[in-house]
């Protein structure tokens, strides 16, 4: 009997604990959510990618509808900003700087960007990858097609 006990005070120990995660972790994926819709209105990149990284690691325990709304906001508005801001320093670099054009288009974010495009094709995000990649194609096909790693 007393074995029986220390068993059921065991499993519902065990239960709690893993009720007490969940709330936690749901309650940590509002807060981040929160965050990257901050970091998105802000236009923070580096915030976006910070949010993004600490949401994408929550998803496998997710539910659907959760998941669908994660990757909307990083997949979809987030890669939508990086590349709105890539284009828009590539042509002020360009204005100022005309013939460094190359080094103009080395935009930290713009490999995210076509990565996420890759996970979410969508018309607004296509469009501006076609910009990007015809404001500079070199980096673009870089992108695209890595140099394979010695």
Do not use: W
């Not at 604990?17 to 965050?35: G, L, P, Y």
């Not at 460094?100 to 969508?122: D, V, W």
């Amino acid at each position: 009997m007393r074995i029986a006990s220390l068993v059921c005070a065991a499993l519902v120990v065990t239960a709690c604990t893993k009720s007490d995660e969940a709330e936690m972790e749901r309650k940590f994926v509002v807060k981040e959510i929160t965050a990257l819709e901050k970091a998105l209105a802000d236009g923070s990149e580096s915030g976006v990618t910070v949010e993004c990284a600490a949401l994408r690691a929550s998803l496998p325990r997710l539910d659907a509808t959760t998941v669908a709304r994660i990757e909307r906001l990083c997949d979809g508005e987030g890669a939508k900003l990086f590349l709105r801001k890539a284009i828009a320093d590539v042509n002020a670099r360009n204005a100022q700087y005309p013939n460094t054009r190359e080094i103009n288009c080395m935009q930290l974010f713009a490999k995210t960007a076509f990565e996420s495009f890759g996970r979410r094709p969508e018309p607004e995000l296509e469009k501006l990858v076609t910009e990007y990649a015809t404001l500079c194609p070199g980096e673009a096909a870089k992108i695209r097609n890595p140099p394979p790693i010695h």
